[in-house]
């Protein structure tokens, strides 16, 4: 049996996760199936060149299932596969974590700290940049 250098092994099991958007498709993927439509309302700011370049590349990966049925329009669903439920409680944790600290945790929210108290505008006693612009 050939043996592979660690290194080699992680990266490659962490490359499928490491461009921006298919973090993303794999947390919309891990309760259900989900149609293309359904995906791309779920996740803010992606679009539909970029949904169906990563769904390809986690299909090719072996992360993602798809179905097309022969339907008219064409009804297309994604999956996880089972290698990429075991993922699930990697995805638990996170999920964990971002409740933990204050992360939105809802499809539609997107990562962002709680406010601190005494940040550097608050300190200075500037209005903040989006108090300034509802003058």
Same mark, same amino acid.
């Given at each position: 049996?050939?043996?592979?250098?660690?290194?080699?092994?992680?990266?490659?099991?962490?490359?499928?996760?490491?461009?921006?958007?298919?973090?993303?498709?794999l947390w919309q993927l891990?309760?259900?199936?989900?149609?293309?439509?359904?995906?791309?309302?779920?996740?803010p700011g992606v679009t539909?060149?970029?949904?169906?370049?990563?769904?390809?590349?986690?299909?090719?990966?072996?992360?993602?299932?798809?179905?097309?049925?022969?339907?008219?329009?064409?009804?297309?669903?994604?999956?996880?596969?089972? %290698? #990429?439920?075991?993922?699930?409680?990697?995805?638990?944790?996170?999920?964990?974590? $971002?409740?933990?600290? @204050?992360? +939105?945790? %809802? #499809?539609?929210?997107?990562?962002?700290?709680?406010?601190?108290?005494?940040?550097? $505008?608050?300190?200075? @006693?500037? +209005?903040?940049? #989006?108090?300034?612009?509802?003058?």
């Amino acid at each position: 049996m050939q043996r592979r250098p660690v290194g080699a092994i992680s990266s490659r099991a962490v490359g499928a996760g490491r461009e921006k958007w298919k973090g993303d498709i794999l947390w919309q993927l891990v309760e259900r199936k989900r149609r293309f439509g359904e995906l791309r309302q779920s996740i803010p700011g992606v679009t539909q060149h970029m949904l169906t370049t990563q769904l390809r590349d986690l299909e090719a990966n072996g992360l993602v299932k798809r179905t097309v049925y022969p339907e008219v329009p064409p009804r297309v669903e994604y999956e996880m596969t089972p %290698s #990429a439920k075991a993922l699930k409680p990697v995805f638990d944790e996170l999920y964990r974590w $971002a409740q933990e600290h @204050g992360f +939105p945790t %809802s #499809a539609q929210g997107t990562a962002q700290p709680k406010p601190q108290s005494g940040d550097i $505008a608050e300190r200075e @006693g500037r +209005p903040r940049k #989006a108090d300034r612009r509802s003058r």
